[in-house]
């Protein structure tokens, strides 16, 4: 069982910066894919970006693609989103999964558990 706790989303104006956490509890974390998802006003939920258990395998969705970086700290049970030069495209609820580590994920059904999600407000 992992429980998950997104926090770092806020407004911010376009062009700028911020950085989700995903805060997850229980010893198995470092054996889980994690992934980030959003949901914007009336879409579906879709994937953002993921990392494997050892943080040697990344995916991001062709539009965040050298603008967003996810990480993982598993001393920490941390994963990471840093989100560069938003756009008010941006803007979503943006939710931590978790997977258990039988590959890359890349669909929300792929995933297990889930945080309650921030928002993220990018105005232009």
């Known amino acids: 069982q992992v429980q998950l706790v997104e926090s770092g989303g806020g407004l911010v104006q376009a062009g700028g910066s911020l950085r989700l956490s995903c805060a997850a509890s229980?010893?198995?974390?470092?054996?889980?894919?994690m992934g980030w998802f959003r949901q914007g006003l009336g879409k579906e939920r879709d994937i953002v970006a993921a990392i494997s258990w050892d943080g040697d395998n990344t995916y991001y969705t062709d539009s965040v693609k050298g603008r967003f970086t996810i990480s993982r700290d598993n001393a920490e049970n941390t994963v990471y989103l840093q989100m560069d030069s938003l756009i008010p495209d941006d803007t979503a609820v943006y939710y931590c999964?978790?997977?258990?580590?039988?590959?890359?994920?890349?669909?929300?059904?792929?995933?297990?558990?889930w945080g309650q999600g921030t928002q993220v407000t990018v105005s232009s």
């Open positions: 999964a978790a997977r258990p580590n039988y590959g890359m994920g890349y669909d929300a059904v792929a995933y297990s558990y």
């Open positions: 229980g010893r198995t974390f470092s054996r889980h894919v």
